[in-house]
Every structure is written in C-alpha cells, then in structure tokens.
C-alpha cells in the first residue's frame, strides 16, 4: 500500500527529543490513522481522525501529539518518549464509511522508532 | 470489544504446497481485511472481504458472516509469501472505524 507515504522511514531519537512523523495521502480519503506496533505483535490504534477532526484517542500519554492540518497530512509530534515506545508507528487511510459500511484501510510502510 | 483468533499461530510449508489460514470473530463485522506483513514491516492489504468469496491470483479469501470467520487460501506457496498474516475486523456495533487485529499467523516458505 504505497499510497500512504510515511516519513521518515527510520528515526532515533533521546528521550529529551522532540521530533514528528509524517504521513500523506492523495485518495481523497477522510479519514486517517496512527497505529503502533511492538514487534511480534499486531498493530494497535492510537487515533483516529475524520475530516480533519480527532475522533478516536485510544488513551494514549500525551507524549504523543497527532495533527491533521489537511485532509492529505497527518503528523504525530513526539516529546519526552521513553524507551518503551520504540516501535513501528503505522499511518492508514480510508474513505469514511457509507451506509454503515466501514470502507478498507490503506497503509503506508510505517516509521521505524528507536528511543535511546 | 470484539475478539479476533486466528488459527494455526505458525505454518511451515514446502514451496508448491497449498495452505487455510483461519480467523474466527465473536461479533457481526462491516469490515474484515486480510494483511501480509512481510520482513521489512510493510503491511500489505491482500483483502477486503466483509463477506463472500474473492480471488487475486494464487489467493483467495471467502468470509461467511453469519457464522462469523472468515479463511485465506494461498495455492502453490513461494518463499515470498514468508511472513506473518492478520486479519482485522471493525465490529458493525461500532461508531467508529477501529480495526482489531488478530494476533497473527506466522508464515514459513522452505525452498
């Protein structure tokens, strides 16, 4: 799914760094998606926007900040992380859902992050 | 929330041969997709398939809604097929569009 463009491809960083992931589409879709993944785990949401709005905030530690400054851009503002939040962070799309229909998810190749 | 099993957790083939991976949901789905993760972390959407039958070449994916799992057949297996395959659901009682993802099914192609 290489519609979803995710940069950068790898990123280490201090925990006393601040630095953002960026995610962009050019489908037209909505809807946009952060997800972690642990490695040898499946992913799991952290948020949700639709229309440029935060919909969904899976309780996650204000350490990470998302942003959707257009309908084509989402970024996640990362400050003070700890170890523990090394991860693949995975961006996703979708078109919002019709007639209850909840439309597929597009993925971009995710970034990978290391916390020194 | 919804729970999402797949079945066997690892598979070891022999290139050639052909292979059932198996997810089980415990709740009605408008949304199940089937994703390859290969080594490199890409994940791959293979299908969308809330219900009925798809095929795309050596794949096929048939979902049975009413009896809540859905199954991915892979024919004549390559090494490139490695890696570990989810499949991922959003409940149709959902407000939202949340995919939950099975744990995975680790997949070994031997040449």
């Known amino acids: 799914d290489t519609e979803v463009t995710q940069t950068p491809k790898h990123l280490v960083m201090g925990m006393t760094n601040k630095k953002s992931l960026k995610c962009e589409q050019h489908?037209?879709?909505?809807?946009m998606y952060w997800y972690k993944q642990k490695a040898k785990k499946p992913p799991e949401l952290m948020f949700v926007?639709?229309?440029?709005?935060?919909?969904i905030n899976e309780s996650v530690p204000s350490r990470f900040s998302p942003e959707c400054p257009n309908s084509s851009l989402l970024n996640l503002h990362l400050h003070a992380l700890q170890p523990e939040d090394s991860a693949l962070y995975l961006c996703a799309s979708s078109h919002r859902s019709v007639g209850g229909v909840n439309q597929p998810q597009h993925f971009g190749d995710g970034t990978r992050l290391s916390i020194l | 929330g919804i729970q999402v099993e797949q079945s066997p957790p690892d598979l070891i083939l022999q290139e050639g041969a052909n292979s059932t991976l198996r997810c089980n949901f415990s709740d009605s789905v408008n949304n199940l997709q089937w994703f390859h993760q290969n080594p490199w972390g890409q994940l791959i959407n293979l299908f969308y398939?809330?219900?009925g039958t798809k095929q795309n070449g050596r794949l096929s994916a048939t979902t049975v809604a009413t009896e809540r799992y859905s199954l991915l057949y892979i024919s004549s297996s390559q090494t490139t097929d490695s890696g570990v395959y989810f499949c991922a659901v959003v409940a149709y009682t959902g407000a939202n569009s949340k995919l939950t993802f099975g744990k995975g099914i680790t997949l070994s192609v031997r040449p």
């Open positions: 398939i809330p219900s």
């Open positions: 489908m037209g879709h909505r809807a």
């Open positions: 926007y639709s229309y440029e709005k935060l919909s």
